[in-house]
């Protein structure tokens, strides 16, 4: 249903940028959130764009990352370019409607990215 992708290694102040593609659903249509789950914490929702391109970020990030649709809506993907990476950056980025979707009873989650940004 959702599969991440652009996860890496990467030294504090560098950038990634992470893509989210989307089967059967179509993602222009949804509020679209990242989600970064660090070790030990819970999953947060860090970034979000509604069905009208309205976009919020938790403070941590703000100025930092843009969350964004891919403009050709056949190509079904949001991205989160993700720049001046710091340390506390680090966990994987799920992407996922906003609320979460629900199939047959719980939330469903991608695989995830996996980003660590190294001091």
């Known amino acids: 249903q959702l599969v991440e992708s652009g996860g890496g290694f990467v030294q504090a102040g560098e950038s990634l940028r992470l893509s989210c593609a989307a089967f059967?659903?179509?993602?222009?249509?949804?509020?679209v959130g990242w989600y970064r789950q660090a070790p030990g914490k819970q999953r947060e929702l860090v970034a979000k764009?509604?069905?009208?391109?309205?976009?919020?970020?938790v403070d941590s990030v703000r100025g930092r990352f843009t969350i964004s649709r891919e403009r050709d809506n056949a190509k079904n993907t949001v991205y989160l370019q993700m720049a001046d990476l710091k340390p506390e950056d680090s966990g994987v980025y799920y992407c996922?409607?906003?609320?979460?979707?629900?199939?047959?009873?719980?939330?469903?989650w991608g695989p995830g990215t996996q980003v660590t940004v190294s001091s």
């Open positions: 996922n409607t906003v609320p979460p979707l629900v199939i047959r009873g719980d939330n469903y």
């Open positions: 764009i509604t069905s009208d391109n309205c976009v919020d970020y």
């Open positions: 059967k659903i179509r993602l222009w249509r949804v509020a």
